[in-house]
């Protein structure tokens, strides 16, 4: 029998909320907003695939997900988690220079199942 590979630390449909430059040339930052939680992940244009407004499925995880040409997928490790003085919560992990930034009102490290310096799975799956 073939072992089933641990659930998901993250797993939701979200919507691109917006795709602005970045402050560096060629770079965008995407920004997905969730349920509770928004994310901004630094893209090089000419590897964005994605269009303001399309829904899609964010997948965080310590497991190599499945994904396909048409999902944008990294791997990288949590850097850092900051809680700010409004009582919400930054996370940050790298992608080897691309940075994705999570911002959420809990702890979302903990959420998720999570520690700083774990190596993640990220892919943004186009849905449907």
Do not use: W
Request: net charge neutral; proline share 2%; with cysteine.
């Amino acid at each position: 029998m073939i072992p089933v590979l641990s659930s998901y630390a993250f797993s939701e449909t979200c919507k691109i909320d917006s795709i602005k430059r970045g402050e560096l040339r060629d770079l965008l930052v995407i920004s997905m907003k969730c349920q509770d939680t928004e994310f901004n992940l630094d893209m090089i244009s000419s590897l964005n695939m994605f269009n303001d407004g399309e829904s899609v499925n964010i997948v965080l995880s310590k497991e190599r997900p499945d994904f396909t040409e048409r999902d944008f997928c990294a791997h990288g490790y949590v850097v850092t988690q900051k809680k700010k003085n409004e009582g919400a919560y930054v996370t940050i992990i790298s992608f080897f220079g691309p940075l994705l930034r999570i911002s959420s009102k809990d702890d979302f490290l903990k959420r998720a199942g999570l520690n700083v310096m774990d190596h993640v799975y990220f892919c943004v799956k186009k849905s449907g």
